[in-house]
T-cell receptor, first 112, second 120 residues
Framework: AQKVTQAQTEISVVEKEDVTLDCVYE???????LFWYKQPPSGELVFLIR??????QNEISGRYSWNFQKSTSSFNFTITASQVVDSAVYFC?????????FGTGTRLQVFP | DVKVTQSSRYLVKRTGEKVFLECVQD?????MFWYRQDPGLGLRLIYF???????EKGDIPEGYSVSREKKERFSLILESASTNQTSMYLC???????????????????FGSGTRLTVV
């Protein structure tokens, strides 16, 4: 069975702090994909990143970075120098070719 | 700009009513999905469809049905709404994924803005 665990229900930080959102997954598939989505207050989930199970290179996109470690089945997301606009619910997801299984989400609040 | 459009942002219905939630996408995607989102439970898959007139049960199909008569439209039906179906409903679409050996990827989903349904 596949499962995604986001143990942090809610995180609060002050602007400019760095913050890491944890994601741990379980799967028996050898080929799979991992995703992060952002859900701002408007409600629409916005795609942030996709990784496949064969690519463990870390990725950086501006203030966002992702650390994928198969050895610990984790795909953590770090926001550097957080901003108020980063306040949202963030979901980690796992899938093979079509269906995605989502974690329960982490609500990030960034205070000015 | 590509889009997944859900017909209603907010909806209030009475217990026992038959409720239709509509979702339309303009990206010519084969796959369409209905999820519900509840606090502490994340997104849970209700139904999905890989093609017109095809449907598959997700993890929580009880109390729901779906209809996909046209490729661009995927409707979620609550046959007899109940208060425990009060939730945020999210529609999504995607291109069909391919296994690695074909060299393509799971493209991920494009989501609609959601319909917040309250059943009273």
């Amino acid at each position: 069975a596949q499962k995604v665990t986001q143990a942090q229900t809610e995180i609060s930080v002050v602007e400019k702090e760095d913050v890491t959102l944890d994601c741990v997954y379980e799967t028996r598939d050898t080929t799979y994909y991992l995703f992060w989505y952002k859900q701002p207050p408007s409600g629409e989930l916005v795609f942030l990143i996709r990784r496949n199970s064969f690519d463990e290179q870390n990725e950086i996109s501006g203030r966002y970075s992702w650390n994928f470690q198969k050895s610990t089945s984790s795909f953590n997301f770090t926001i550097t120098a957080s901003q108020v606009v980063d306040s949202a619910v963030y979901f980690c997801a796992l899938g093979n070719t079509d269906k995605l299984i989502f974690g329960t989400g982490t609500r990030l609040q960034v205070f000015p | 700009d590509v889009k997944v459009t859900q017909s209603s942002r907010y909806l209030v219905k009475r217990t026992g009513e038959k409720v239709f939630l509509e979702c339309v996408q303009d990206m010519d995607h084969e796959n369409m999905f209905w999820y519900r989102q509840d606090p502490g439970l994340g997104l849970r898959l209700i139904y999905f469809s890989y093609d017109v007139k095809m449907k598959e049960k997700g993890d929580i199909p009880e109390g729901y049905s779906v209809s996909r008569e046209k490729k661009e439209r995927f409707s979620l039906i609550l046959e007899s709404a109940s208060t425990n179906q009060t939730s945020m409903y999210l529609c999504a679409s995607s291109l069909p994924g391919q296994p690695f050996y074909l060299g393509l990827v799971n493209y991920g989903y494009t989501f609609g803005s959601g319909t917040r349904l309250t059943v009273v």
